[in-house]
Structures are given as C-alpha cells and as structure tokens.
Nanobody, 125 residues
C-alpha cells in the first residue's frame, strides 16, 4: 500500500530553521513528482514547492522563495523541505504529496493522489 509519512514539525522561534521529512513506502519516489503544501487555520491549502525529477524543474511559492528548499533522497525514498528564516506566516500544517504528472507551477492539491498525514509547524516567540 502506498503511503507517505511526514515528520519534523515543531515549535520554532522566528528566524529559526526546520527540516521536514516525508518517507514513502509502497512506491518509488524517484519516479514521481513531489510537492509540499501547507494549510494555516481558516485558510485553503496552498502549494509551497513542487519538483519533477524527469524535467529537473522546481517551483516555489513567492512567499518562501530563497528560504525553503525541496529535495529528495532516492536511496532513502524520502523527500525533504528545508525551511530557513521562518516567520509567523509560515505557521501551518505541512503536507507532502506525490503524483506521476510533472510540475507546471506549484500545482493544485486536487491534482495529487498521494498525501501524507501532515505535520504541524508553529513559528512563535
């Protein structure tokens, strides 16, 4: 059974860093487009980053560009989201997602078939 499991969410102070992990089982992540989304209370789920290994293209939301980095370790079948210079607006539940189709931009949540359960990131002083 295909599954994604996130970890790494925590309470962090503004300006701090976190690395989220998303481990896949039941399928090979290297064959898939990977993405991170987030959802803050009372807001819609929004794309943070999307990356397709087949095209080499990676996209970031303007709000995280230069601060967040998506990556994958195919040997560990895991994707990561390195988050630096965190601010209060980054507080949200973060979800990893995967699909066969390549990224063209960040992509809509409805276009992704595989999802993790989410991990809470809280930025607060």
């Amino acid at each position: 059974q295909e599954q994604l499991v996130e970890s790494g969410g925590a309470l962090v102070q503004p300006g701090g860093s976190l690395r989220l992990s998303c481990a896949a089982s039941g399928f090979t992540l290297g064959d898939y487009t990977i993405a991170w989304f987030r959802q803050a209370p009372g807001k819609e789920r929004e794309g943070v980053s999307c990356s397709s290994s087949s095209t080499g293209r990676t996209y970031y939301a303007d709000s995280v560009k230069g601060r967040f980095t998506i990556s994958r370790d195919n040997a560990k079948n895991t994707i990561y989201l390195q988050m630096n210079s965190l601010n209060l607006e980054d507080t949200a539940v973060y979800y990893c997602a995967a699909r066969r189709l390549i990224c063209v931009g960040l992509g809509s949540p409805s276009a992704f078939g595989f999802w993790g359960q989410g991990t809470q990131v809280t930025v607060s002083s």
